[in-house]
């Protein structure tokens, strides 16, 4: 910490600030720190878990949580649609509230990330909520499907889907240019009686 | 993504040494991680103040108001069953923005200082953009303007101001209170923004290295007869083409009070003090709505294509007076 290194966790505690020799305004050693350009080539060190295992990753800190997904850990299951927050591709679960992926940074990323690696049971026993959308047929081309049940999962859980109208609105940030939606409302109040009966 | 380096600060005072010109405070990040994929934002410095939640993360109720802490997330303020109940425009102003997702995400103190959405703004390919490039031209003006502000533009912008919070804040009478450098201090929401005038890019009072840690709104009795009403070109997860924070003190049909933020048809969030003098002191009527809702676009300012909105806007209004007025409290 005492040798000037900025991108770690925590140095901006009031402790941290004060064994630095102080990040305050005006003082020799808050400017020069302030100075120091970033480079494309800086780490960030963090530990993340993601359906159920922990990992030790050293990253760019530009990384995405969506990127961390799918480039470090092979986990393809989220989607990159329009990068942008948009679309709801990227949708997964953090301490089980869902999220984009594509809008959050892997290095401020806290808590148990959920994808849809993580659903099916050990034994290779669907969720209830990929039972349904099978069952529905509740996708055409599939892109936007991971991202589609990530977010209902979420939606069934926060009790927002208690009629068509509910859900359709709830469902709002996971877009599908097939337009299955008739049939994703449907998978989705399938899954709702399933796990309430 | 440009390079940047990136800092999480676990205490206020912290966060704000570690600011600089260049830097950025990250709470949800769902502006600031889209424009600077965009290029649009260029931090060199990241300070993630999500830690401090813990601090600046509650909802708190007294006799005098309602207090938000700045790091609380959209769903949460909008699920809150007391703010659903003494204050539905807070809450609905907030179920009606954005998405699920990015409702869990964003912050209220982010919320309300999310960038426009004007295209020109958002693509660095325009070379004209004055908030982005100061002195760089509009390229809005005399450009695709359909959902552009018609009140509070200048020659330099037309931008319109994106958010749906701001408006029932500053509805509510809200304050805003802040934590930088020289200290603590509270202002006036109706102060946070400012005009285009000449020199778009400033957009905020905000200090550098200033925090918003909470809004505090006053209670009052006009707080639970409010509510939002958002017009958009379709029915979910899209912004306001023009819409109406509003918020009555009715005694019988006697508006005693009336509260009135417009969005969607702004450069900032834009309080309607002309509208709610017309109101006060008279019965609600249709036709006296229609009249506030005159004057409230009385110094409206049309482009190329937005000529519908002042039209737009005072329907919008009309049907948001009555409605409230229709409450059952």
């Known amino acids: 910490m005492a040798d000037g290194t900025l991108n770690r966790r925590g140095f901006l505690s009031a402790t941290a600030v004060a064994a630095a020799g102080g990040l305050v305004p005006g003082t020799a050693s808050g400017e020069a720190a302030k100075q120091q350009k970033p480079s494309p080539t800086d780490r960030e060190t963090l530990s993340l878990s993601v359906n159920g295992r922990p990992h030790q990753l050293s990253l760019d800190p530009r990384r995405t949580l969506l990127d961390l997904l799918r480039e470090d850990l092979s986990l393809t299951g989220a989607k990159k649609g329009c990068d942008h927050g948009q679309c709801g591709a990227c949708t997964v679960l953090v301490d089980g509230k869902r999220v984009l992926a594509c809008l959050t940074l892997a290095a401020a990323a806290r808590g148990e990330v959920s994808t849809i690696e993580g659903l099916a049971s050990a034994d290779g026993a669907l969720h209830p909520m990929q039972e349904a959308f099978i069952q529905e047929d509740a996708f055409q081309c599939g892109y936007c499907t991971p991202g589609q049940i990530m977010s209902a999962i979420a939606c069934v859980r926060e009790k927002h889907a208690d009629s068509e109208d509910q859900i359709r609105e709830f469902m709002s940030g996971n877009l599908c240019r097939c337009a299955a939606y008739p049939n994703i409302v449907k998978a989705i109040q399938r899954a709702k009686s399933r796990t309430e009966a | 993504m440009r390079p940047f380096a990136y800092l999480s600060a676990d205490t206020p005072k912290g966060a704000i040494a570690a600011s600089t010109a260049d830097s950025q405070f990250l709470a949800g990040g769902t502006t600031l991680l889209d424009l600077m994929k965009l290029d649009v934002m260029q931090p060199q410095r990241i300070i993630d103040i999500n830690p401090l939640a813990a601090k600046y993360g509650r909802i708190e109720r007294s006799a005098e108001g309602l207090s938000l802490g700045a790091l609380v997330r959209m769903a949460e303020a909008a699920d809150d069953p007391n703010l659903n109940r003494d204050y539905p425009v807070l809450a609905q102003a907030l179920h009606l923005a954005a998405s699920p997702q990015l409702r869990n995400m964003a912050t209220l103190g982010g919320n309300v200082l999310q960038r426009t959405r004007c295209p020109y ?209």
């Open chain 2, 121 to 329: 703004f958002r693509d660095p390919s325009y070379e004209a953009c004055n908030k982005r490039a100061p002195g760089s031209g509009c390229a809005a003006i005399g450009g695709l303007n359909r959902k552009h502000a018609v009140l509070g533009a200048s020659e330099s912008c037309i931008a319109t101001y994106a958010g749906d919070f701001a408006q029932a804040l500053i509805a509510l009478d809200a304050s805003v209170e802040l934590a930088g450098p020289d200290g603590q201090r509270r202002i006036a929401f109706e102060q946070l923004h400012r005009l285009p005038g000449s020199s778009p890019q400033l957009e905020t009072t905000l200090a550098p290295g200033e925090l918003i840690t909470a809004f505090s709104v006053p209670s009052g009795p006009w707080t639970r007869r409010s509510l939002y009403l958002k017009i958009r070109d379709r029915e979910s997860f899209a912004f306001a083409l023009a819409s109406a924070a509003v918020a009555l003190d009715l005694d019988g049909d006697e508006v005693k009070d009336a509260r009135i933020g417009l969005g969607g048809v702004a450069t900032v969030p834009w309080r309607a003090r002309e509208a709610e003098a017309m109101l006060k002191g008279k019965p609600m009527t249709e036709a006296g709505a229609e009249a506030a809702a005159e004057a409230a676009f009385d110094k409206a300012r049309t482009r190329d294509q937005n000529a519908y909105k002042p039209e737009l806007g005072r329907r919008t209004l009309v049907r948001a007076l009555l409605g409230a007025a229709a409450l059952e409290i």
